[in-house]
């Protein structure tokens, strides 16, 4: 049960938490083959975005007992993410006021293999699509270069996100390393308008190319969960079409156009998930590169 479902979570829009758990409910059947097994970063709202939120990871009390839970090593002792395996445990979260559903890139049992690779494209400023949707489709024919086929969502905030499904053969240390490699070439192509300078007042205004969702604990925005931002945006997987023709930007997408959307596409990152690229290949084509 939804407790105070009349609660405010987007003020400007009127969106209630009932309202944001019935899209996750409705949302379920497409979401929870990408949210399976991997181990969560809930981004809690107990006052809605007009106040500050927070992160948590660990659930260790006032927690059903049928919530699924992997516990994780950390610097000096452990972390008990929860797992959100079917509906309930979706619902679960949004009673927690959590809006926004961060995971790690790999999944129980084999938390130390990431079976995901992703990039995150994060621009300085907001007014230049043109250079972010170059940035993308630059990013996805350098991966086809090196033999690996990409998906890309809708970031729900300021970018997107690339994603190169893995065949879980490679730990979190050698992923990071192959993504960092690929970043680097991909901005030595494109010093003018993109960085891997993490601060952004060493970006001079460039698009950040950010690698950093593949270490050990690091965590990625989830496929179709909500944005803590104004308008409720969701982080949407799109074609890559879609993002050619400039028809889909980073907030195209929202919590409550999300049951149209589905409905005329489905599951557009449905075949990645059938998709088992191995990086021995590509590590050895990017030396050359």
Not at 25 to 35: S, T, Y
Not at 134 to 140: H, I, M, N
Not at 144 to 158: A, F, H, Q, Y
Request: aromatic fraction near 8%; proline fraction near 7%; glycine fraction near 6%.
């Amino acid at each position: 049960m939804i407790t105070h479902p009349e609660k405010i979570m987007f003020p400007d829009e009127g969106i209630t938490k009932g309202e944001l758990a019935s899209y996750y409910e409705a949302i379920a059947p497409v979401m929870l083959p990408h949210l399976r097994r991997r181990p969560i970063t809930m981004e809690r709202f107990h006052r809605g975005i007009g106040a500050p939120g927070f992160f948590q990871k660990d659930v260790v009390k006032g927690f059903p007992e049928w919530l699924k839970r992997v516990e994780v090593p950390k610097h000096g002792g452990t972390v008990h993410h929860p797992i959100a395996n079917d509906v309930r445990s979706l619902l679960w979260l949004a009673n927690q006021n959590s809006i926004t559903i961060h995971v790690w890139p790999s999944r129980v049992p084999h938390v130390h293999n990431p079976d995901i690779c992703i990039f995150d494209l994060d621009p300085s400023k907001e007014d230049d699509f043109d250079t972010l949707r170059a940035a993308a489709l630059r990013l996805r024919d350098l991966l086809e270069d090196l033999g690996l086929r990409s998906w890309i969502k809708t970031s729900g905030s300021k970018g997107f996100h690339i994603a190169v499904p893995l065949n879980g053969k490679s730990d979190f240390s050698e992923v990071a390393h192959f993504a960092h490699a690929v970043g680097r070439v991909i901005v030595s192509r494109d010093p003018e308008n993109l960085t891997q300078e993490f601060h952004k007042v060493d970006r001079s205004g460039r698009i950040l190319v950010d690698t950093g969702r593949n270490g050990y604990s690091a965590t990625y925005a989830a496929a179709y969960t909500v944005r803590a931002k104004p308008g409720a945006p969701v982080s949407a997987p799109c074609t890559w079409e879609e993002v050619e023709r400039g028809d889909v930007r980073p907030r195209t997408f929202t919590l409550r156009t999300m049951a149209q959307r589905i409905a005329a596409t489905g599951d557009l990152w449905a075949d990645m998930l059938k998709k088992k690229q191995s990086l021995n290949r590509p590590k050895s084509v990017l030396r050359s590169v």
